[in-house]
């Protein structure tokens, strides 16, 4: 009765098996309620690809997204770290210009990681480009000339800074040899009109709106950067771009004139580790979506698509956005999920083990203690033989005696043999042991018997 209860337990626990996985596996990778989005400057490019991007997730899934406005990469990077952000822009090399160098009024520090929680990449999304802008009435005519300048190189903690920072050492420039300003956009249109301004550096996207502002209104000029090949080798985070001519300006002024030679330096969405592969995977289809990069102006990322937003720059992929560029690749079951059960598989596993070796040394323990079946009936056998050790079959009436020893082994065994199956009989040693028993004293009875036949049969011969 109780092996068929556990096997109908065992049957209902495998037929629940999937549910219970399935719900477990749901709950896991279940997408959170509220998300917020590090993005920079609300007049920056970035901010506006964050309102954009939280449009479109909270059109497609049931969630709420935050923006945080920030001083800019530095600060975006150091919210993905301490958890408050899920999501963030960031221009590469940021972080390592911006604590290796003096930047401005006081040195930034880093961001100290969170334990286990990496900083992950989902995306480039377009190549941000030096720009180096000066007045059109300005007397510089190159950038040797921006010693003793003021000039606006961007606010504490921005890609704007840390972009300017190499540049000003590839000009063989140092922050003492010019009069740093650390402005906003605002601020740079404002004291530009006010002459206050001499030249400006702008590490922004070709569509950025700031640009076209100031170099559409045929005010300013673009001045050319020198040995672009020996900054790129130096700085790994920038490679060369060119500014197609009258990309700006074609009607009173062409700006440029001609194609411009520049660095450039990605613009990478980021996100943690530990944020959801789900939530990773649905923002990074939203980003290689074509409405997304065209409403955004995002022509390299339209143009080459995957090959463009895979251009990582020192960061491991996150396993969602790789669901997204690798599909083939995607295993059956969650990454999250196969790690936030390890610890509950081997538990469960663990216990399985240990359950079942309690259950057969109980059921071991519980058969020594209980008595065999044969052990009635190996008792029984032994006071047949008990008392056949005192027939030695030399009186007259130790025959009939002795023939009723017989019979009671014959029954014994017969009685015994019916209450084991075949199976039991052949796997089961202590029966061969009863069998064995018995024929021997069965051929002890016989034996006794023979002897008392002949006695008998020699005093009937003496009588005669």
């Known amino acids: 009765m109780k092996r068929k209860v556990l096997k109908i337990l065992i049957v209902i626990l495998l037929i629940s098996l999937p549910v219970i996985l399935h719900q477990t596996y749901r709950w896991m990778t279940a997408l959170p309620d509220r998300i917020t989005i590090a993005a920079g400057h609300s007049e920056g490019r970035y ?6 991007l939280k449009s479109m997730l909270q059109e497609q899934l049931p969630i709420k997204v935050e923006i945080l406005e920030t001083q800019g990469s ?6 993905l770290r301490e958890g408050k952000a899920d999501l963030g822009f960031y221009q590469p090399g940021t972080e390592f210009e911006l604590t290796q160098r003096e930047p401005g009024p006081k040195k930034q520090k880093r961001a100290v990681a969170s334990d286990n929680d990496e900083i992950c990449f989902i995306a480039n999304l377009y190549s941000q480009v030096m720009h180096v802008i000066v007045p059109l009435d300005s007397e510089i005519i190159s950038v040797s000339e921006l010693k003793g300048k003021r000039i606006a190189i961007g606010l504490p903690g921005s890609g704007d800074l840390a972009a300017s920072l190499p540049l000003l050492d590839h000009l063989q420039l140092n922050l003492n040899e010019i009069d740093p300003a650390y402005l906003t956009y605002r601020e740079i249109e404002e004291q530009f009109g006010q002459k206050r301004l001499d030249a400006v550096f702008m590490t922004l ?6 640009l076209h502002q100031l170099l559409e209104s045929g005010q300013f000029r673009l001045l050319e950067i020198p040995y672009i090949g020996a900054l790129t080798r130096r700085e790994t985070h920038f490679y060369p771009y060119e500014i197609p001519a009258g990309m700006y300006s074609r009607k009173q002024r062409v700006i440029p004139e001609r194609n411009l030679p520049t660095v450039a330096c990605g613009a990478l969405l980021l996100t ?6 789900e939530l990773v995977s649905v923002v990074t289809s939203q980003v290689l979506h074509q409405n997304f990069s065209r409403q955004m102006h995002l022509n390299e990322l339209s143009a080459q698509g995957n090959t463009f937003a895979r251009e990582n720059q020192g960061f491991p992929m996150h396993d969602g956005a790789d669901h997204v560029y690798n599909p ?16 509950m598989r081997s538990f469960i596993v663990s216990m399985l083990i240990a359950g079942y070796l309690l259950i057969h040394w109980f059921q071991k323990r519980r058969m020594k203690a209980k008595e065999h079946r044969l052990d009635r009936y190996i008792r029984q056998l032994v006071d047949i033989e008990n008392q056949q050790m005192k027939l030695d079959g030399n009186k007259a009436e130790d025959g009939p005696a002795l023939l009723t020893l017989l019979d009671d082994v014959t029954s014994l065994r017969q009685h015994t043999l019916k209450q084991f199956s075949a199976h039991e009989l052949n796997e089961d040693r202590a029966t061969d042991v009863f069998l064995e028993m018995c024929h021997a004293l069965s051929d002890k009875i016989n034996a006794k018997l023979l002897g008392w036949k002949i006695d008998r049969l020699g005093e009937k011969m003496k009588d005669d």
């Open 47 to 52: 901010y506006g690809m964050a309102e954009q």
């Open 74 to 79: 530095l600060e975006n990077l150091k919210l």
């Open 205 to 210: 996207g070709v569509e950025a709106p700031i």
């Open 272 to 277: 943690r580790e530990s944020v959801s592969d």
């Open 328 to 343: 083939e690749l995607k295993p059956f079951l969650n990454s999250e999920f196969v790690e936030a059960t390890e610890g």
